[in-house]
């Protein structure tokens, strides 16, 4: 099985689909990200606030994978936006994941309220130019954020991670990002279990037709518009589940028809309120 690769601004690959490690206990970590590399995952999304990159770390220790075959992301927390705290944060998390560099550092929520998030952003670039993260991009930004920051220090940002799933597919962040050459992250990519999703019927039906799980087709709809996901499970057959979605495509309807469930609501948290 092949993970496609997609090219980000900076020229550089990141494979379509990863693990994501939100709300992994740090104490399973180094358990559960052993599972998904021997699965198959390549690529990994922690973050500082999670806890668990020093799992995660030692899971890439023991897997005896070759780095340059991994893509690691993690994030910078909000507390640590203002003046030099960025470098001090990325070293920290350098050192608990037991690497020199990451492949992807995010900038992991605006916090608006604290106005720090463009010093942070400048920031980010001075730690892509040290090499401790070979890209760097954003997360949770809306485009009046985006723009700030383009406009500041004429870096782009690689990617945005968002909450983006079949009921809430902010349009006006995937249009701005299409315009300016930003991937879109999906994240919450099955709706964090939050709304019955799987039940709905264009999801069901296509399920059905396919083969598949419900949790395999809205995959799939992830990754046939183009975005990265990284869906995250903490038990053996889910992870290997969330993997297998190479071997079969919805039809255009298909695709159409589980677009049509927008339905214009988060199920977490509004940028503005993270802070
Ligand atoms: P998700 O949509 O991936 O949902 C995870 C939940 O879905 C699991 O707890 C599990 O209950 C269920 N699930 C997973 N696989 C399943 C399957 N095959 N069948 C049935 N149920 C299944 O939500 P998430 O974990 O919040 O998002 C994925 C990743 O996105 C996170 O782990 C994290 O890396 C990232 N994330 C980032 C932010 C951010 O602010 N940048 C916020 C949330 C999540």
Redesign the pocket.
């Known amino acids: 099985m092949t993970i496609p690769a997609l090219t980000l601004n900076d020229g550089h690959t990141i494979p379509q689909l ?7 206990d740090p104490a399973e970590t180094e358990r559960i990200v052993a599972e998904a590399l021997a699965a198959g995952y390549r690529h990994i ?3 500082a606030i ?1 806890g668990n990159e020093e799992g995660v770390g030692r899971a890439i220790a023991a897997s005896g994978i070759p780095r340059e075959e991994l893509f690691i ?1 993690t ?1 910078l927390w909000n507390d640590r936006q203002a003046g030099d705290a960025p470098h001090a944060a990325i070293d920290e998390s350098l050192g608990k994941l037991g690497l020199d560099r990451v492949d992807l550092y ?1 900038v ?2 605006p916090a608006p309220r604290n106005g720090t998030y463009v010093n942070a952003w400048e920031r980010m670039v001075e730690i892509r130019d040290a090499g401790k993260a070979t890209s760097i991009g954003v ?2 930004h809306l485009p009046e954020h985006l723009e700030k920051i383009i406009a500041a220090t004429g870096v782009t940002p690689a990617v945005d ?3 983006l ?1 079949p009921a809430y597919q902010q349009r006006e962040v995937t249009r701005f990002a299409a315009d300016h050459g930003i991937l879109i ?9 939050k709304y019955p999703l ?1 039940d709905e019927a264009p999801v069901a039906a296509a399920a059905v037709a396919h083969g598949k ?4 087709v809205v995959l799939r709809w992830h990754l046939q518009q183009g975005v990265i ?7 053996p ?3 290997r ?2 993997l297998d979605v190479f071997d079969f495509a919805l039809t255009g309807d298909e695709q159409a028809a589980i677009t049509a469930l927008e339905r214009g609501g988060r199920v ?1 948290a509004h940028p503005d309120e ?1 802070n």
């Open positions: 990863g693990f994501g490690v939100f709300k992994v999304d922690t973050a999670y992301t994030k995010l992991h929520w997360s949770n991670q968002i909450e799933h992250e999906s994240w919450g990519p099955l709706g964090q279990g799987f799980t419900p949790a395999q996901v990284f869906p995250k499970s903490s038990t057959e889910r992870i589940e969330n977490s993270v």
